[in-house]
Nanobody, 124 residues
């Protein structure tokens, strides 16, 4: 059974940092592109970042570029999202998702496998 589990969320002050983890079970991430998405109350889900299966290419939403860094360790079957200089507008539930391809689009509809989400709350 393919499963993704996010962790690392929590409450942090504006300007602080968090590192989110996305751990896979039931399959290996070697051939999967991974995306991070977020959804705030009353808002549509938006793409945050994605990384190709090899880790050779990444994409970021303009709103997080320069502050967030996505990485992967296929040997550990885990993808990370390092979140620095957090702002109140980053508050959301963050989800990771996987698709069986090498390239990395930030389109949620293209990812069939999703985690349960982890809450990130940034206080001002």
């Amino acid at each position: 059974q393919l499963q993704l589990v996010e962790s690392g969320g929590g409450l942090v002050q504006s300007g602080g940092s968090l590192r989110l983890s996305c751990a896979a079970s039931g399959f290996t991430l070697d051939y999967y592109a991974i995306g991070w998405f977020r959804q705030a109350p009353g808002k549509e889900r938006e793409g945050v970042s994605c990384i190709s299966s090899s880790g050779g290419s990444t994409n970021y939403a303009d709103s997080v570029k320069g502050r967030f860094t996505i990485s992967r360790d296929n040997a550990k079957n885990t993808v990370y999202l390092q979140m620095n200089s957090l702002k109140s507008e980053d508050t959301a539930v963050y989800y990771c998702a996987a698709q069986y391809r090498s390239s990395c689009p930030i389109r949620g509809g293209l990812y069939p496998y999703w985690g349960q989400g982890t809450q990130v709350t940034v206080s001002s």
